[in-house]
């Protein structure tokens, strides 16, 4: 059964703090995605990958920044935490088509506190 | 850019019924559009893909149309049951981008029994 496994389920961290959300694929995906979700804005782009070390900002990419050094993994990082980045963080992954629909992970609920 | 306009409001059908949901574009013309089922705290699952040479797509108990002259996607489920409770995504590729898309707010289903 093909995957997408976000590291952690839920995270608390405190203001400052320099936080990394890890997320892995095993379907050999060239694109992987980083989305926030909140309610009543619903899923928001914050970064995309196509290959391994390029990226590309979505729409809301202040704040974070991505890693990709191997295919199959994907890191976001929150260079100094706010609370307004309270959030759920989803991970998804797709073939380099992008036709056929997204596998995401099941997220990472994250609290800054 | 793009906007995409779902009703928020949740929907209450009776079990047995057929559900459909609306999911309307403007300003732009996508290459497809993109379904999507959530469940509470779960990443979205993709269900359907429909390109806009096509006019309907069939998957089991769902069906999708697309009417690119409305720049509008229907997703129906038929034969409604209690199970396919959950929020309803659609998605659409950014303009010029085919590879990533943006998501509507989403739509609450509620197949009451």
């Known amino acids: 059964d093909v995957k997408v496994t976000q590291s952690s389920r839920y995270l608390v961290k405190r203001t400052g703090e320099k936080v990394f959300l890890e997320c892995v694929q095993d379907m050999d995906h060239e694109n992987m995605f980083w989305y926030r979700q909140d309610p009543g804005l619903g899923l928001r782009l914050i970064y995309f990958s196509y290959d391994v070390k390029m990226k590309e900002k979505g729409d809301i990419p202040e704040g974070y920044s991505v890693s990709r050094e191997k295919k199959e993994r994907f890191s976001l990082i929150l260079e100094s935490a706010s609370t307004n980045q309270t959030s759920m963080y989803l991970c998804a992954s797709s073939s380099l088509s992008g036709g056929y629909g997204y596998t995401f992970g099941s997220g990472t609920r994250l609290t800054v506190v | 850019s793009q906007k995409i306009e779902q009703n928020s409001e949740a929907l209450n059908i009776q079990e047995g019924k057929t559900a459909t949901l609306t999911c309307n574009y403007t300003n732009y013309s996508p290459a497809y559009l993109q379904w999507y089922r959530q469940d509470p705290g779960r990443g979205p699952v993709f269900l359907l893909l429909?390109?806009?040479?096509?006019k309907e797509k069939r998957k089991e108990r769902l069906k999708v149309t697309f009417d690119t002259t409305l720049k509008q996607s229907l997703f129906h489920i038929t034969a409604s049951q209690p199970a396919d409770s959950a929020t309803y995504l659609c998605a659409l590729p950014y303009s010029g981008g085919y590879q990533k898309v943006t998501f509507g707010i989403g739509t609450k289903l509620q197949v009451i029994p």
């Open positions: 429909i390109r806009e040479n096509e």
